[in-house]
């Protein structure tokens, strides 16, 4: 993963566009990607709108691990995004998440829980992705049957991922953008 922007350079003083460079040695289960949604710098802070495309199958981060030998799988799915509405001043969030058990996407807004599409969950307000690691070979439907397998059923509601109302969270002065390719 890359980033380009402005860093300090100590030996001439000056800001250079620089490169910053993030190995991965191995991939997680459960992949979170935070969205660059706020910029602050030395003068405002604003929030970026910047329309963001993601894949709902087959994130594929095997160009990501520099040790592809030793890493499991790394073709991801969509299970769960949470979005941010409003600016700087305030805001409200809402989490988007999949029930792996039967395939449904769901809407979650403060009390309120709604079914909606599929198609939906790639929302221009998304600020963190969730991605579930597929088994070796398996389709995402046959990664579902395994997973739902493997639950434990209980009192809780069908999926427990939910965005957090009202945070307002800090950042550094410097602006850094990440890309996921």
């Given amino acids: 993963m890359?980033?380009?922007?402005?860093?300090?350079?100590?030996?001439?003083?000056?800001?250079?566009?620089?490169?910053?460079?993030?190995?991965?040695?191995?991939l997680p289960e459960v992949l979170v990607i935070h969205l660059k949604r706020f910029h602050y710098n030395r003068y405002c802070r604003d929030k970026l709108d910047t329309p963001v495309g993601f894949p709902i199958y087959g994130l594929n981060m095997a160009k990501n691990v520099i040790n592809p030998e030793l890493s499991p799988p790394a073709m991801y799915d969509l299970i769960g995004v949470i979005n941010h509405f409003g600016g700087m001043g305030g805001g409200h969030y809402t989490a988007y998440a999949k029930n792996v058990d039967v395939g449904q996407w769901y809407c979650f807004d403060d009390s309120s829980v709604s079914a909606i599409s599929e198609e939906a969950a790639v929302s221009k307000s998304a600020y963190v992705l969730f991605y579930q690691r597929r088994n070796a070979g398996a389709l995402p439907h046959e990664q579902q049957n395994a997973m739902s397998q493997r639950v434990q059923h209980t009192n809780l509601p069908p999926v427990a991922l939910s965005g957090?109302?009202?945070?307002?969270?800090?950042?550094s002065d410097e602006d850094e953008r990440m890309e996921v390719n």
């Avoid at 980033?3 to 190995?23: E, G, M, V």
């Avoid at 957090?164 to 950042?171: E, L, P, R």
């Fill in 2 to 26: 890359l980033c380009c922007c402005h860093r300090y350079c100590p030996r001439c003083k000056k800001h250079q566009q620089a490169t910053k460079k993030f190995d991965l040695w191995t």
């Fill in 164 to 171: 957090a109302s009202d945070f307002n969270g800090t950042d």
